[in-house]
């Protein structure tokens, strides 16, 4: 605490004052890119990488392919990079006018060897209740989707953007999905204990319902003069009811 005191009148005030020692450093310098086609290159946008990265958000973080570009700096990657199977970059961490630098390592991690579109045809489908829709069993596919003999996980999603890759609209109950005739559904496939690379199928279902039986909703009415509450039907009395178009 800092006392403040007028010589003059000897009045005075108190503050707190409060330091901080400031030692920017990263969260990790160990960082992985998803091989999407597990072909030892990919192409990653290098500002994806901040949130693993950064301690705090007033850090200004840089990046350099190597130590004398970052001396010189000059070389700075603000966009996409091409990595091969391990590389090493280095970052500039800035952190209100103190600055360190440190290498970092990145790997290409494999992803699940799948087929990325398998189309599914199932013929002579009965239409139950003529809704034009019946229940799949996704998860006999997955033999038929996924190449390698490694346990792996399978998720299942209506919606997929491409451009971000990212999933929505999971289905939980795989085994009794209801499709129509035609339904496109994203299956998404990682190893058991691989928490972030996957790879993605679509899958296509196509259905051929045989000829749905069209019935309607029948009424039997009879008069109960004696107001009892047994009274007899003859329930083939409702077929003609049910089948009139």
């Known amino acids: 605490f800092v006392r403040i005191t007028d010589k003059d009148s000897g009045c005075f005030t108190t503050r707190e004052l409060t330091f901080y020692l400031l030692n920017p450093i990263p969260r990790t310098q160990n960082l992985e890119v998803c091989d999407v086609l597990n072909d030892g290159k990919e192409t990653y946008m290098i500002r994806t990488f901040l949130q693993k990265l950064q301690n705090y958000s007033d850090e200004v973080i840089q990046f350099f392919p190597d130590a004398t570009s970052e001396a010189n700096n000059v070389g700075e990657i603000t966009g996409n990079y091409d990595f091969t199977s391990t590389n090493t970059l280095y970052i500039r961490i800035t952190s209100h006018g103190c600055k360190r630098v440190f290498p970092i390592q990145v790997k290409l991690v494999p992803t699940p060897n799948v087929l990325p579109i398998k189309e599914i045809i199932i013929a002579n489908i ?19 989707i996924y190449l390698e003999n490694k346990p792996a996980q399978f998720y299942y999603f209506l919606g997929y953007d491409e451009t971000t890759g990212s999933l929505s609209n999971q289905i939980y109950n795989p085994p009794t ?3 129509g005739t035609s339904q496109r559904v994203y299956v998404k496939t990682r190893f058991v204990g691989g928490e972030s690379c996957a790879s993605v199928t679509i899958l296509d279902l196509k259905q051929n319902f045989l000829a749905p039986i069209y019935v309607h909703d029948a009424t039997l009415k009879k008069c109960s ?3 009892s509450s047994l ?10 009811l049910m089948f009139n178009s």
């Not at 009965?126 to 038929?144: G, R």
């Not at 009274?231 to 003609?240: E, G, K, M």
């Open 231 to 240: 009274v007899s039907f003859t329930l083939s009395d409702a077929l003609p």
């Open 177 to 179: 999905f209801v499709a």
């Open 126 to 144: 009965c239409d139950n209740n003529a809704d034009s829709q019946e229940p799949i069993d996704l998860t006999k596919y997955q033999s038929q």
């Open 225 to 227: 003069y004696d107001s």
